[in-house]
């Protein structure tokens, strides 16, 4: 007989994550993980000390969505485990897949106030596709295996467990050498395809319309077959940007809120509409009951509560889009409808000349798209300058393209580049973000000076929260409410602080060498790209309006 | 308002009445009964769940089915 050292309960969560080869975790020490802590010491798993437990969240999802791998937060109870919850809720909105894993008081604590003991099984259950809180034991290693599966199985999202400070010390064996297959709970009838195939037959002006779950179901060739056999005009929503390829003569660009004209067009006149992976956001329709009123609808998706959630469906097909995309790929005879569109594209190309010595962020944002080196991965924080970027750069992949797309989160660019940075060490991650937004989780360029992770940022600065003012000037009657931000600080001098190469350009002359100086740079580097502040984002539906209503530049 | 009666089986788990009553009120449906309770012997729970809502009771069907302690749930009937 062996006298096998037993594993605590911290021990054995190091175990199960190496199992399911997680190599990197992010996060942030306390009390009640102190166990979890200190069993990291002797764990291969490299963890990052972010500086804020939202900055670990977002550098989780950051290091998911650029990886395809489940990303990895650790928090302390109490405190560290509500600052998770706004990484938790995007992840959720934009189906992410992360465990999180949080210390929890003793059980014999929880319950009596404890210091630092707040619900946070309670708190998840809102803002998790699933959680766990574990109160014996011998449920902890099964309880991990499930929180990787649940997390990557059918539509992905993040998943949360929550274990007491006694278990994480309690000794445990091992039981189970293998990693649980969890039943597919949802077992989906197989996709009848006949009425779509009908549909798709009789369209004369069909539209794809294609969402987040392309990327995410790792179906971006299927789906480019697809639009190849088909000769489907195409249009994509922001978390979809990269799974069209961009070259794709038939692609129409994003649609929605600050869509193109094109894209919008084309789906308000479309007869069929076939979704993929798509929800049909409210930011993506406008008016609901105007959106697309023509058009049948067929809708592909792996989540059956999204089928007629917002709009009926003619046809839907559920299931994994890897298999279903191909028994719908039949060549269409729609050549009228490929070149209206075509001329469409033509006619509401973007348009880059802008007057004057102030720099336009729009010309920037293509600029570096161009300039990037391939591979390169763009993360965004919310505001105009997303906006800007989903415009106006170039993807060729969703995991290229990082942005908080259903939450909307402001300071989720700046982490979110950290984590993809991790999980792509030698690709050029270019983190686009926005005065307002960049304070959100400024103590990340902390995470960046620790790790010395070569992250460009791209600070476009207009002094303002700026989608906020323009939202003020055009339907609050140009009262500016609580917008400016003059008095912001030395953005420069703050980088500095942190050992980051930073410069400030203001005039169009410059723009092109620093950019340049940028990509070259060995180092993080953060670009302040000062622009005028009433500066708009065109094209732009206004709220509760019909897509093809739009207010456009004047 | 249409009123529904929903008969939904589930891992005796402590959390899933809770997680159930969640769904149900975001999802934008009162509830106007419940009844729950769990069999020792199996430890399969029955929820007996009326509700009433303006929306189609299949959009909170999807959603707790997607819960994943949920075993199965079954509309009983269409009475408004
Ligand atoms: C956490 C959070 N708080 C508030 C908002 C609302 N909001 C959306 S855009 C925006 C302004 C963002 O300002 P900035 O980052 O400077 O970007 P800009 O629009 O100026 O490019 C605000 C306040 C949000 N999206 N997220
Ligand atoms: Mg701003």
Redesign the pocket.
Known sequence: MTNEKKLTGAGLLFNVLEQHGVEHVFGYPGGAIMPIYDALYDSKVEHFLCRHEQGAAFSAVGYARASGKVGVCFATSGPGATNLITGLADALADSIPIVAITGQVATAAMGSDAFQEIDIFGLSLACTKHSFQVTDINDLEKVLHQAFAIALEGRQGPVLVDIPKDIQITEVNRCLDKLVNLENKVKLPPANVGSAIALLNQAKQPILYVGGGVGMANAIDELRDFATTTGLPSVSTLKGLGAIDPEDENYLGMLGMHGTKAANIAVQECDLLIAVGARFDDRVTGKLNEFAPHAKVIHFDIDTSEINKRRIADASILGDLKVNLPALAIPLAIKPWQAVCHEMNNNFAWDYNHPGELIFAPAVLKEISDKMPKNSCVTT?????QMWAAQHMVFDDPSNFLTSAGM????FGIPAAVGAQVSRPTDCIIAV??????M?NVQELSTIKRFQLPVKIVL?D?A?????RQWQDLFFNGRLSETDLADNPDFIMLANAFDIKAKMITKKSQVSAAIEEMLEHDGPYLLQVKIDAQENVWPLVPPNTANDKMMEST | MNNYQLMITADDKQVVLERILQVTRYRGFLINGINAKVNTGTNIGTIELLVRSERPIELLVDQINKLIDIKEVKIDNHAS
Do not use: A, R, W
């Open positions: 924080d919310v505001g105009q300058h909307g989160t402001m300071g973000s926005g005065d307002g937004s960049f959100m476009i207009n303002k929260l700026g989608m906020v």
